[in-house]
């Protein structure tokens, strides 16, 4: 009979806590509401080591702060949440954290189709921002299976960003941008294409058959934070022999002679950014990194041009409603200095 | 008709009180957040003074080489001060900074460069890529003006140098063309366009908001971004402060 009464009285008080935290919002949505909030989850491990527990409970501990988080900010009617989940730099941790990572990954995104969840109750689409190939099989299946079964919800998206950085992401995009552009140049009329690109390249292209010895020479500097790249590439190393070229210094000083000559279409700024994995989403309008740190990570260096950054000391754990309200003040605060900086840009 | 008319009328009234209410209650919860930056500015101030002055002990050794590329973003309003820009450049190099990047999203700092320059000591303009180890090791002092057409549009350029390459590559057949889209061969073609590739280590933002305004993303991967306020009020005691915790931070990047 007490049971009963105790979570009668506990149900009835988390009923009477969440009317206060919908009246909080009415009156914070007076002012604008951001449209797009950006968190980098930093701080698992040291909330873990401060409450003297395992990792693994900082990481679960993390995950139920992501989804009270989650509820607040769809609750205040924000449409897009983006999350940094696990960088490509993250795969340097110890192989046994990856793989609980991995794990709980796998476990969460299966938990995110169930019924009751939070992505059903508030219709939330599920993007997994990255590059899916460097995760294992099952994480990448059970990805693309959420995207799928969440792809006709319309009213808020969640972007989960999972073997990510800004530079890959920029890097692929430039690729698919030429991709794209190459077979926009083959299409183009053949005598076009003759002139414009073929014999713009051979009248000044010297091709040897040189290993990219110099390349890897100076760019072996340039690899740290990109071991996953060999995971995709296999050693650049050994495919050196194959790859008929100069280094790039050389290829691309030919190549912008050669610039003049090619009457072809041009990779412009839009074409770049329409590949980017968050162009599935406006820029953000505020970023949220727990823990104090004050660097971004790799994380949206593209898309945060005109975006605040704050990064409250508390980590990620610990980080609750309060720090969200705090952020969308601060963001109502500096609205229109930052509209005006946006209208100015896009002016330009 | 007229009945339906007659509840809608408190309802109306109801609902314009709710409204006001609403919105007091939102002006107070902004004033409360306005109190309390002008006590923290306040307090800034003062202890930028005590800082400046000596008195606060901590502050007065610390070794800056470990800031060995500075960033300083300034709002595009605030960067035609150019006597603060040159006062705050002098304080850096009497600190031991000596290699920075002066960043505005209009360019403004680029257009007056050679009105900066000249107010300052033996200052070398940085222009074009550079390699940030052989930088270092040069005891004179670089400034490089950086704007917004040196971050994306400069990545669009390059990916016009990679598009000319990989369409070279591909007619010579073979699946060889993937090899180019990697980090490595961007940050050369980035170079390859005139843009600076070196990552500074600390940014520091003049302006009403922390935010980069633009500044190339290629280059602030790991770089503390710190809000210094408004550029015309500017104090060396809160630059020492940034400074001497920069150089007690110790950074994971990942691991």
Redesign the interface.
């Known amino acids: 009979m007490e049971k009963i009464g105790g979570g009668r009285t506990s149900e009835l008080f988390g009923g009477f806590v969440t009317f206060l935290r919908k009246c909080l919002f009415k009156v914070i949505s007076v002012g604008p509401i951001p449209n797009h909030i950006a968190f980098i989850m930093d701080g698992n491990r040291r909330y873990a080591k401060k409450k003297n527990s395992a990792t693994v409970t900082g990481h679960r501990a993390g995950y139920s702060s992501l989804m009270s988080l989650l509820t607040y900010c769809y609750e205040l009617g924000v449409t897009y949440v983006t999350v940094y989940a696990f960088s490509i730099d993250n795969f340097r941790r110890s192989p046994d954290e990856v793989k609980y990572l991995m794990d709980l990954m796998l476990e969460k995104i299966e938990g995110l189709l169930k019924q009751g969840n939070i992505i059903n109750q508030y219709g939330i689409k599920v993007h997994f921002i990255g590059n899916l190939k460097l995760l294992s099989e099952p994480v990448r299946l059970a990805a693309e299976k959420a995207m799928k079964a969440t792809a006709n919800n319309k009213k808020a998206v969640l972007l989960v960003c999972v073997a990510y950085t800004s530079y890959d992401e920029i890097v692929h995009a430039v690729q698919d941008s030429c991709k794209s552009k190459r077979k926009e140049i083959q299409m183009l009329p053949g005598s076009l294409v003759r002139r414009g690109a073929s014999e713009g390249f051979r009248e000044h292209e010297k091709i040897n058959d040189l290993a990219i010895h110099d390349i890897q020479e100076s760019c072996k500097d340039r690899l740290h934070g990109s071991e996953a790249r060999h995971l995709l590439e296999g050693s650049f190393e050994n495919s050196s022999a194959d790859v008929a070229t100069k280094t790039p210094n050389g290829l691309i000083e030919e190549v912008e002679g050669c610039e003049m000559q090619r009457k072809v279409p041009s990779i412009e700024l839009a074409d770049v950014e329409e590949h980017m994995y968050m162009a599935v989403a406006p820029d953000p309008d505020i970023l949220i990194r727990s823990s104090g740190e004050t660097r971004l990570s790799n994380f949206l260096l593209w898309q945060t041009t005109t975006c605040p950054l704050y990064s409250p000391a508390a980590l990620w754990p610990e980080l609750g409603l309060w720090h969200l309200v705090w952020a969308v003040l601060n963001f109502q605060r500096s609205y229109r200095y930052l509209e005006t900086k946006r209208k100015k840009m896009r002016e330009d | 008709m007229a009945f339906s008319k007659v509840m809608w009328l408190p309802y109306s009234y109801i609902s314009r009180i709710a409204n006001l209410v ?2 007091r ?2 002006h107070n ?2 004033l409360i ?2 109190t309390y930056y002008l006590v923290v500015g306040i307090a800034c101030v003062l202890e930028s003074y005590l800082i400046s002055s000596g008195l606060w002990k901590e502050y007065k050794a610390f070794n800056s080489s470990k800031v060995k590329y500075l960033a300083i973003v300034v709002d595009s309003e605030e960067a035609y001060l150019t006597s603060r820009i040159v006062k705050l450049v002098s304080w850096l190099e009497a600190l031991g900074v000596k290699h920075i990047c002066l960043y505005d ?2 360019g403004v700092m680029k257009k007056s460069k050679e009105a900066i320059v000249e107010k300052l000591n033996k200052v070398t303009i940085l222009e074009g890529a550079a390699e940030k180890d052989k930088l270092v090791s040069q005891n004179s002092m670089t400034l490089e003006f950086a704007s ?1 057409s040196d971050g ?2 400069a ?2 350029k ?15 057949g ?1 699946d ?1 063309e ?12 980035l170079k ?1 366009t005139g843009c600076n590739v070196i990552e500074p280590d600390l940014m520091l933002v003049y302006g ?7 500044f190339p ?2 280059r ?7 809000h210094m306020g408004s550029l015309a009020e500017m104090k060396y005691g809160s630059l020492i402060k940034v400074i001497y915790e920069f150089t007690m931070v110790r ?1 994971n ?3």
């Open positions: 609403l919105q209650l939102w919860m902004h957040l306005n999203a209009e917004f994306k549009e990545v669009a390059a990916a016009n140098l990679l598009l000319g390459t990989y369409m070279k590559l591909a007619e010579l073979g060889q993937e090899k180019i889209f990697t980090e490595p061969y961007m940050a050369e073609a390859a009403p908001v922390r935010c980069h305004h633009g993303a290629w602030i991967r790991y770089t503390e971004i710190v950074q990047y990942g691991k």
